[in-house]
């Protein structure tokens, strides 16, 4: 006669396969209820955000020379004054201009497109001029009186000849302004 096995040394008996779910459900419910205490606390106590202090410091201001000041303002007064008879020489040329050919006269409308050119060029020359340690009583006027010329030539190109003349005017009651601060009159 043949032995038979035991049954835990040969095939497994019919209990294992119940047994071995029993065991997979029993760590499912032990992850599921870790992850819920795990939530529980969370949520009862939720974290601190990091505290992150960043103070600003303000740069003191820049503080030049009166050797400095006085070499931006030179600079600044000499650069404005080429600048506005450049431009004023260009605005007479035109005015000649069309004194003698007529306001609409294609020589005219060159000569105009010419007179924005050379005023839109001296007025960036003039703006790489003009440094940090340009006095305000200077540096003031003077973006003033750009800033007019250039509302001027924008009230040239969209012809509201109204306000061209308006802007040239206040760019020129700039003129005596400057000159008395940079020392020309």
Known sequence: MTATPPHH???PSAWWPRRRAVIVAAAAFAIAAAAATTTALALTSPATPAQHTITVVALPPKTYSSAEIQTAKDIACTAWDQ????IASAGKSVEALADSTGGSSPETRNARTSEKLVATAQIATLRTQIGAATPPEVLNPVRDW???QIDSLHGTNIRN???ANATLDRGNDLVDVIDARCGFS
């Open 83 to 86: 600048a506005a008879r450049i």
């Open 146 to 148: 750009s800033g007019a």
């Open 161 to 163: 000849w109204d306000a």
């Open 9 to 11: 040394l040969g095939r």
